[in-house]
């Protein structure tokens, strides 16, 4: 994937005998934003029409992805939620790529980022103390929970739970 700009581009594709190599850089954080998931899918596209036979999904050295860009989930929520529809299909498509998908872990994969590991069928890491994880959301934990066990609310015998939400 080649952008027309003199700027260089935050995702690349490059090949290694029959295995295509996309290369996620911004110089940053490799946030994913409107621009860089499409590129990302734009790519996985041009390798499966390419032809090649598996294909390995690295970060720069030091960070692999920080996940969604803050500044997008930030801007209102149709543009955030116009970025995680993005996210699930980029995710998706990894997810069920025809050709092996190996996730080069090169640093830092923090939620979305996450998310890009789990999505590929094998993940390999540099060493380093690099952090890989998900946020845990009181308000993500509390859907996916029986809402009887809810701070606040009443128990099957009638008494109010007060408990907090830790995060």
């Known amino acids: 994937m080649t952008d027309s700009s003199s ?9 290694d005998g029959d295995v295509a190599i996309i290369d996620l850089d911004d110089g940053k954080a490799n946030a994913l934003g409107h621009e860089t ?7 996985l596209d041009q390798v499966e029409a390419d032809g090649a036979d598996a294909v390995v999904l690295a970060g720069r050295p030091g960070r692999f992805s920080a996940g969604f860009d803050l500044t997008v989930m ?4 149709a543009e955030a939620q116009a970025m995680l529809k993005a996210g699930v299909d980029l995710f998706l498509r990894l997810y069920l790529f025809p050709r092996p998908v190996v996730a080069a872990c090169t640093g830092h994969a923090i939620a979305a980022g996450a998310i890009l590991l789990l999505s590929s ?11 890989v994880g998900l946020p845990r959301s009181p308000s993500v934990c509390r859907s996916r929970s029986s809402p009887r066990s809810w701070p606040g609310t009443a128990s099957p015998s009638g008494t109010t739970r007060r408990s907090s939400w830790a995060g």
């Open 121 to 131: 069928d094998v993940r390999v890491g540099a060493a380093g103390e690099f952090k």
């Open 74 to 77: 930030q801007a209102g929520p």
């Open 7 to 15: 700027a260089p581009a935050v995702v690349s594709v490059r090949r």
């Open 37 to 43: 998931i499409a590129a990302l899918l734009a790519s």
